[in-house]
């Protein structure tokens, strides 16, 4: 279970402030999740998740006391950028780093909870649509939500995630599930805290790619 | 025309020996040739051939008379890699690299022969597909060719990618069929090149991605 459970987010502090560095090493444990999945179909999602990491951590690195919080960054960049912002910098990178996480919540989430296809048990794909339908599909549009459709059928099945999830060791899989509840505790709370930060700062958009 | 006739590529010698250098040069204007198709749906496909192009500077870089030419380099590589070669270092990444310049060469040459659609003479999914057929199907599971079909509605009109390859230019359309014709002669010769090296060596293979 090296991925979930020994990489854990932090706790959200009581003023719910994300500390910018401790959220930047949380996440880049987050990439090779997207190998769990075992195609290379999912390579172009897994860089551009890293692409998201990189440029919010260029941001950072630039001036790590001024860009401390992941709301200063977005205060900051607000001053800076004036009409350009919110689609530039470390905030568009965060906006859609955001979804690529809610996607991984809300994925693990349901999976968790033994939401299943009763006529394909084994399969999650009913599982990965529940979260692209919450997280992505009404930023995508119709050639993008094609191309997903098609990459769906390079889901692993669902035992074989949950092997993959835990890496080399034997895991039980009531105990993987019960990890994967408890990795979600803090993930949970860190994307919600995002997501509000957004919507409080009217720095949340719409468009399509 | 920047991208094609300001960036020919050199004649074949008669030893039909690549200068590594040269090739190089030339291939490294090649991935913006993904961006005349005007959609970020494509950009997956740019980064692998650049990550194509990378790794064989890298090979290149690390002893440029060893590795003088493409020949050099497949020669050396088999001699390193025994067993494991030819699914290995920059042989590897030169093969998949020679179908996409395949790619773009029966793509071109489709385009300035008119070949057309006589239902949809504005579109090019026909000289698409055709290059696709050709070049990279054979290698693609299913699902990736499922990709490849979802994405081919993000292709330009003709009129715009012929526009796109002239950058800001104003440049008539037979002008633009002319110079393509041009810069596919020195194209055409380097690839064919490159693939008689691999059938000669026998380093070609064709397992699915
Ligand atoms: C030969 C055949 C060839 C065919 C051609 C291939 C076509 C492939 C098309 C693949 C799309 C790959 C996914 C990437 C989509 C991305 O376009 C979007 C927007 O990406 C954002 O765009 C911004 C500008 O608008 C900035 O550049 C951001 O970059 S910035 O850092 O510079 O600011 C960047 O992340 N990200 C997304 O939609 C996020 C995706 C998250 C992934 C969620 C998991 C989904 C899992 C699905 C499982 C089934
Ligand atoms: C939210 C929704 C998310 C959905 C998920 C997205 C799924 C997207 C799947 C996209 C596939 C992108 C294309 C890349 C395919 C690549 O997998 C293959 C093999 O790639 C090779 O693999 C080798 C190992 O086997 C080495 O790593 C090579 O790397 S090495 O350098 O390390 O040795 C590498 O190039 N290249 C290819 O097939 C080459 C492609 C050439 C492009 C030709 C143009 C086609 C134009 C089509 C126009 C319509």
Excluded at 147 to 166: E, G, I
Aim: net charge negative; hydrophobic share 45%.
């Amino acid at each position: 279970m090296a991925l979930l459970l020994d990489q854990p987010f932090a706790p959200m502090p009581d003023n719910n402030e994300i500390t910018t560095k401790t959220f930047l090493e949380s996440v880049s444990h987050l990439p090779p999740f997207f190998d769990c999945l075992g195609s290379k179909v999912f390579a172009p999602i897994k860089a551009d998740i890293n692409g998201n990491i990189t440029k919010i951590k260029a941001v950072y690195d630039s001036d790590p006391v001024k860009y401390e919080t992941l709301q200063q960054i977005l205060l900051i960049e607000k001053s800076i950028y004036g009409s350009e912002w919110p689609k530039v910098g470390a905030t568009l990178a965060l906006m859609w780093l955001k979804r690529g996480l809610r996607f991984i919540q809300i994925l693990l989430q349901s999976i968790a909870d033994g939401e299943r296809d009763e006529d394909n048990p084994n399969l999650i794909r009913i599982n990965i649509t529940k979260a692209y339908d919450q997280a992505l599909k009404r930023y995508h549009g119709w050639i993008v939500q094609k191309v997903f459709k098609a990459a769906l059928f390079a889901a692993p099945c669902r035992s074989d995630f949950l092997k993959a999830l835990t890496k080399d060791q034997e895991v039980a899989e009531e105990d993987c599930l019960a990890k994967i509840h408890q990795f979600l505790i803090n993930f949970t709370a860190t994307v919600d805290a995002i997501y509000e930060m957004y919507s409080i700062m009217n720095a949340e958009l719409d468009y399509l790619v």
